[in-house]
């Protein structure tokens, strides 16, 4: 798994995806958001 953080709307992170982001975590197991990121790593 990689990290990438967005400083500000002037960088550019290539490959960053937040939409794709999003669904991962909205798709992962648990019911609570704290379950949900457990559950990705």
Known sequence: MQ????FSDKDDVASYDP???LRIYENAEGKTPE???????
């Open 35 to 41: 379950e949900k990121i457990n559950a990705l790593m």
């Open 3 to 6: 990290f990438k953080i967005r």
């Open 19 to 21: 939409d794709k982001l």
